[in-house]
């Protein structure tokens, strides 16, 4: 039988807030067995970029990343948010490490060739290091990743950190039990965005289309749910879409 | 026969430039065997807080850190210097991972005590998990590390990166025959700061001693010297002091 692995991916405004992501950290800490933490930030990365007079571009909900906001997201991303949600797991008795995608070459990218939309220094996965990230599971130490990943050539990218969620869960999906969680501020998908109590309790792929082509799911919530998706596909257990607060309960979204 | 262990800390105008750093890296990958890189920024630093209207004030080489230059320091030294350096050596087929203090507990410190100068969020080294590293490095790792440490109570800490080297060194005596070399912008300790090639080729205890009383040696030359004789005093083989063009060759200061 195998191990379980429960990576937690925690994104929105909840990272914004030292009290919500405390409490998500705790939840964390309660989960047993092997675990991974994905971490987002992006809304602090927009407040430090603004500070130093950077413009914050997003298109489709995705971040344009030339090399001054490269080393805006490196610094937040890696540095400030990983380091601080780091120090907290280990004072909680979390035997937490942080990382991005270039440390042991756990994530490699290639940066997203320019169409119709020039990205930036921005990564799409071409694969992941499961060894890596084995050898320090074994270790007994806890991943933090953030949203920075290489192209293996010295080259610095900016990836989506609900794509490294759902990239590391199918990678990991063949020596472990993998439940994947998306946690961020809203109760789950919803259908009604207006009404928190509305939300879709399961949900299969053919759903997702549906909802999709009736513009139920929208924005943020598309790449999200393929996510979730291309991860169940790749044999990940169960992928679920929930408030921060309510990691470690049965609530949410699972897709199927 | 203990296994070799180089450790290498690159500080001063050298991560500040590119093409010095890249040439460091480069030698840096050429040494043979098990090693670790110590990474500073703090000019770096210095820059980044002015952009922001935050003054750096430093006391005896010391940088006072308070809360919002600790933030600045874990975005430069732990996000942009670490995973810029990571990248860069992967890319030349090095295994890096590029750590804080507080990743697997590896550097637990203390908040200096408030005396004469309340130098704010500063931690002097406690304890090194020596465990943690070897088991990186048995895996095959090369750590990079920063000097962000923690106070393993959640309390993120700004360490000098020369102390960092030093004590890394020392806890890890027992287990490697280490080597640590201190690189920087001058040649080594030198007899007349006006002249490069006036360096002191070996220097012991007694000597370092006597150059302070008589003002040979002065400024931040004093604790990186202090730094260099508690390693050797802890048991490390041999410490350099050199220019980071020479990393690899034998030139520089040799502590004994």
């Known amino acids: 039988m195998k191990k379980t692995l429960n990576i ?11 009290e919500s992501l405390n409490t998500l950290l705790g939840a964390f800490c309660s989960i047993k067995g092997n675990k991974i933490l994905v971490t987002g930030g992006g809304k602090i990365a927009t407040s430090l970029a603004a500070e130093l007079g950077i413009p914050s571009v997003m298109i489709e909900g995705r971040r344009i990343t030339d090399e001054p906001m490269l080393r805006i997201v490196t610094m937040v991303y890696a540095g400030l948010v990983s380091k601080y949600v780091v120090a ?13 995608g270039a440390d042991m070459n756990i994530i490699n990218c290639v940066k997203r ?3 119709r939309i020039d990205y930036g220094f921005v990564g799409d996965v071409k694969n992941v290091n499961a060894t890596a990230l084995r050898t320090l599971i074994d270790a007994g130490a806890v991943p933090v990743l953030c949203p920075i990943t290489h192209d293996g050539l010295g080259q610095l990218l900016n990836t989506n950190a609900d794509t490294i969620a759902s990239s590391i869960a199918s990678a990991l999906a063949a020596d472990y039990d993998v439940t994947l ?16 109590t509305s939300v879709i309790r399961e949900m299969r792929k053919a759903d997702f289309e549906r909802y999709r082509d009736e513009e139920i799911v929208s924005g ?5 749910l393929e996510n979730a998706f291309n991860a169940i596909e790749a044999g990940v257990n169960k992928v679920v879409i929930t408030n921060a607060q309510n990691l470690g309960t049965d609530s949410g979204t699972e897709c199927l």
């Open 8 to 18: 937690v991916k925690v994104g929105g405004s909840v990272v914004e807030n030292d």
């Open 181 to 196: 969680t998306y946690c961020f501020e809203k109760n789950g998908v919803l259908l009604d965005p207006d009404d928190p």
């Open 113 to 115: 060739p320019v169409g």
């Open 220 to 224: 943020g919530m598309i790449p999200k």
């Open 88 to 100: 907290e797991l280990q004072a909680k008795g979390v035997n937490a490490i942080g990382l991005c």
